[in-house]
């Protein structure tokens, strides 16, 4: 299996697949196209989101505002996986969930955190320097599924870095009083999302609780309020999530991706 | 086969397709991920014409607005065909559908209505409250797939349900003079397509017919009138469909999900 | 492999995929269903670029504003590749790429250049007269695959056909001190792909060059100017294209499809 991610929207995607499917008979799954265009840091979080749902396999990750320049083609081993992408930043956390989930599933008894290697892909001269998701990724993707994850180093455009971009998400202030954050992102219901463990929550169902200064019910599912009642709840990631049940929490609460949230306990 | 329909738009439908594929080997076909969002009739209507379109397959369908809440989790068998989703209706009108497909197509000699067969599913607790597409029902849709959809009843998790929730569409009234139904919904091109059956424009191509009033060209094509003309026709489902050449009937007719629609025959 | 290409947008392409599964067990990879509604010549344009990077399929393409009228249903074989769709135009630049590819990669010796085949499909009677994708094409794909493509002439619902609608793009005026051509299509980034062959630019990156009148920098990637800025560059199809790094090309110029461009060399 290759997965394929891009912030492309329609058309480019295909020429991934062509690209692919020109040089191996893997089995194709879109990810998704429409990851928050050129938005580095909402696509490393849907993907942290995603992608570990999927057994091994090697995903191919194109959000790439700086094609073309001399950012590296990174690939990442991770928890069986290989990402396949630009080298800035957008892979890392995805990394680090599928190793985290990989130990987790395993019975793991030596202590020691495994974590995942990083490679410099060595593309040949690329026919373009505008669409190295076509003439760069999407071979490189073929290549690793055809020599196999576990055998990255032999195939010979792939040597070990360890310089690589990372990117993390912001943490969030909690303690036994407040708990003070930001949306990370809101999704297509319109559900923002915020970097606030879900944990804060706990023993508080069926309460209110003040966001930013308003008093908000607490509910484990969106249907625990009325329609077009605001709540807050654990979205599916496991953070806070600000919702409205059958209508849309940034504009009932005001909030974008970035926006503060504090959370009176 | 596993076919994958839902109202999630990008993101979550990429873990649905991880779920799946991290439990079996199914082949997955996406079916629609932009229907209405929280909208049961017109995602109901949509599926009922697309599904019969398939040959026996799992068909995961997740527009889910109480999700969290005691709804059960439906599977229905019909037509050699396994409907998995929740149970708020959205999965009774395909599964007629699918029924009376698999009728005309068998050689039926009893006479006897064979209907389908609904069972209620038991998911193990799921991870969360809020996604059950990713937690119950695409592991739900892997275990039939896996079992055969045939040997439902076999799965531990699965127990025979007489009381389902059902959903219907609204009849028309049809007498020789008039036909007064409503539109059902709107396509993506602006075609308005009604509840009225397409006999109603039997002979009449060629001549024109008030529709609301207004005498309008009954055309079997798009094409039979000028680009940005109005026209009435038969839709690919069957019914009465009030449209445009080349332009959107919804904005020409003024329009919408649930407008009446009177036609003077 | 089946392509599956149209203008459907979302709910009518799973029909097709539908009819096609009934039929034969292909494999299908969707290349997109958002191309530009009813547009035969962007539809052409994006197919050109698309479609040659995949390796011999058949590929099903839907855009088709005259569908049941008496337009053919059009198949035409190019570089081992089968087209299947209306006969409008929207195939033939495709299979033009196509032949022009195969030869390039074939050892060819004779000089002479081997031509794609047309044939007209004549399909049983169609369930509908609106909806041909699923009626009449995508049956004639699933037949073709199953046939093989370089059997086409053994179907029996297949005769070869010289009369067929053709399509061709504006040819730029292209001297040693100006090139004026038109915008073709804009992307979803809003880059502006215009008929002016990239070759105009070489040995200019890193100047300026007057694009309407206005001093431009051409640059061999989107980040060789800052965010926000306009560039002159040369697209993945190797024509010169104008964008604005991390933004809109077209609004930044205010560029749309059919706009004429022109470049003092």
Known sequence: VITLSSDFDSFYPAAMKGAILSRC?????DVSHELPRQNVRAGAFWLRELLP??????????????????????????????L?????????????ALTNKSESESEGTDGERRSFETFEWHADDPA???????????????????????SIEGTVAATPTEEVVDLSFPDPTVDTEVAIG?????????????????????????????IN????????????????????????????ELAVNRGRGDEAFDLGSGTSVRIDR
């Not at 003439?135 to 576990?150: K, L, N, Q, S």
């Open 25 to 29: 008979d893997a089995r194709l799954i």
């Open 53 to 82: 749902t999927f057994p091994p396999a090697v995903h191919l990750v194109v959000i790439d505002p700086g094609v073309g320049t001399d950012r590296k083609a990174l690939i990442v081993r991770a928890g069986g996986h290989a």
């Open 128 to 150: 373009s320097r505008t669409f190295h998701g076509r003439d760069v990724f999407a071979p490189a993707a073929a290549r690793i599924h055809e020599a196999g994850i576990a």
């Open 213 to 240: 200064g308003e008093l908000i019910c607490v509910g484990a599912t969106y249907a625990t309020v009325d329609p077009g009642t605001r709540l807050v709840t654990v979205g599916s990631h496991g953070n806070v």
């Open 182 to 210: 930001e949306v990370l992102v809101v999704d297509g219901f319109g559900n923002c999302v915020t970097n606030v463990p879900g944990t804060v929550l706990d023993g508080r169902y069926g309460d209110e609780l003040a």
């Open 84 to 96: 396949v992408g630009p080298d800035n930043g957008v892979l890392l956390p995805v990394a680090r």
